[in-house]
């Protein structure tokens, strides 16, 4: 396989390439583009780059929409990383927990620290769930909910993975199907994970959540911002507040994109619009068994409720899982243990409480001001920091934030990659271009293989990832993760 650093030696890209969308993956499809003197123009619809992964600014005070750890199994993802930011790439330590009960529990989980915290009659719970499970080995498994108790017993799926899934999704993890959780859990078992609490990894086995992580030192959306700079400073342009308006398509192929209020005529189209989107800006439309699966398709909305402290950090953790069903918010993130640049005052700490809904319901339209008090009051019931302490609250909303895996979400994505592989100069990349809950690297390494594609290479870039899986480890025989020899050395976690 090709490694992008190499990609100069390849044959050059016939005609102009528009790329839609300037997130991970719109970003990195253009940078590469750019590089390359290919020529490229990518649209974005807000006014910032970055999607998701974008650095929010309030006085000062920087917010990073849903956490992104800078990690990858991926040599040309990591070495475009550090090609892009250098030394502003910072190696940070990792450290989090989960909020269940009133109690906080280290996570990775801890048997001494579970044993003291959860007591020894709930720990008999969960083992006998676990044997009642192992002895029902032929259970289904086409759920979260069945994925789930099948490899740690019915206790643990309640204890750790029922209320904090649920919150996130807003379905029922009877309805959330086994495919997110095989890509976001994959590769442990209850005795797995106990014997590695207990006794440590065996050789050749997974050791360890990872310990330490790369992170943009001014947050992630340094990242997309340093590749903007340098896709215009090649002389491409990268349009904001340009949402698409059209696709024209005649004979089988994108004739013309509008965007901005700017007709383009690309010989090449590179999407990370949502699949939703792309057949409903389709000119003529869709099919209507095409028009009536992008319908379906359903995203999860997310806001992040910053809060501004007075006084010093209330927690040291990158971020907490919040596990407890009293309280709507799931995550709650300490942003100066991300990087201290993301805080400008020493005597000031900032955390942001992160909800997740879908776009147009109560939680999605309920008033910044009302959502300032909700996160203030729940960051107290957690017990984490008095809601006195509250100075100022900034409230960011991000809409089609997480393809969700329900019932028919696989056939309806079939139906839609039947209609486009009839459209023979548009590539579909990145999280919601495919429908799939890549993290950032995943969609990177989509857009890497759409450019090859461009040269000549003939990858199937629904295939990419698909036997991939989120879990961040180690094994012992790979190689340990980098460092960044020039990063300063700060003591001190994607969505």
């Known amino acids: 396989m090709r490694c992008a650093t190499q990609a100069a030696t390849l044959p050059p890209v016939r005609g102009s390439t528009i790329v839609l969308g300037a997130g991970p993956a719109g970003l990195t499809a253009g940078y590469l583009l750019s590089r390359r003197g290919h020529p490229v123009e990518v649209v974005e619809a807000a006014h910032m780059v970055g999607g998701l992964a974008r650095t929010e600014v309030r006085d000062g005070f ?21 090609e892009v930011l250098g030394g502003e790439l910072l190696e940070r330590p990792r450290m989090s927990r989960i909020h ?12 001494g620290d579970v044993v003291r915290k959860l007591g020894p009659i709930e720990l008999v719970r969960v083992g006998a769930s676990y044997v009642a499970a192992a002895a029902r080995p032929n259970m289904p498994e086409e759920t979260v909910e069945q994925w789930v108790t099948k490899r740690f017993g019915r206790r643990l799926y309640e204890m750790f993975f029922a209320s904090y899934t649920e919150k996130v999704w807003g379905v029922g993890c009877d309805e ?30 997974v050791r360890s959540l990872i310990e330490r992580f790369h992170y943009p ?19 491409a342009a990268v349009h904001t507040d340009s949402p698409v308006q059209r696709l024209r398509i ?32 389709a000119e003529p439309s869709a099919p209507a068994e095409v028009v009536e699966a992008a319908r379906g398709l359903r995203h999860r909305a997310f806001l992040t409720v910053a809060l501004v402290l007075e006084g010093t950090d209330p927690f040291p953790d990158n971020w907490i899982y919040v596990h407890d069903p009293g309280v709507k918010v799931a995550r709650i993130q300490n942003f100066r243990a991300w990087s201290p640049w993301m805080v400008p005052r020493d005597d000031r700490a900032c955390v942001g409480l992160e909800y997740f809904c879908f776009a147009g319901d109560e939680m999605w339209e309920t008033p910044d001001s009302e959502l300032v008090k909700l996160a203030a009051r729940e960051l107290e019931a957690t017990g984490l920091a008095s809601a006195d302490r509250v100075l100022d609250g900034h409230v960011v909303r991000v809409p089609q934030a997480y393809p969700i895996y329900d019932t028919h979400y696989a056939e309806r994505v079939a139906t839609i990659r039947g209609w486009l592989e009839g459209i023979s100069n548009l590539q579909q990349v990145g999280r919601n271009g495919l429908h799939r809950y890549n993290n950032s690297d995943h969609s990177m390494l989509t857009a890497i293989r759409a450019v090859e594609n461009l040269e000549g290479a003939d990858h199937d870039l629904w295939a990419v990832n698909a036997d991939s899986w989120y879990q961040e480890t180690e094994t012992v025989d790979e190689q340990p993760y980098l460092r960044v020899p020039d990063a300063p050395a700060l003591q001190g976690a994607d969505a």
Not at 181 to 202: E, N, P, T
Not at 254 to 271: L, M, Q, Y
Request: glycine fraction near 12%; avoid cysteine.
């Open 176 to 205: 959330l199907r086994s495919e997110w959780a095989a890509q976001r859990i994959r590769g442990l078992s209850f005795l797995s994970a106990a014997r590695s609490a207990l006794f440590g990894g065996r050789e050749g086995e």
């Open 62 to 82: 920087r917010f990073d929409l849903g956490g992104h750890r800078f990690f990858t199994k991926s040599a040309e993802v990591e070495a475009l990383w550090h």
């Open 100 to 111: 269940y009960r009133g109690r906080f529990l280290d996570y990775p989980l801890n048997a």
């Open 250 to 281: 005649d004979g089988g192929r994108v004739s013309e994109v509008e965007a901005g209020g700017i007709t383009f005529r690309p010989d090449n189209v590179i999407s990370s619009l949502p699949l939703p989107a792309v057949v409903s800006l």
């Open 217 to 235: 030192r001014l947050g992630p959306g340094q990242m997309w911002e340093t590749m903007r700079d340098r896709i215009q400073e090649r002389g």
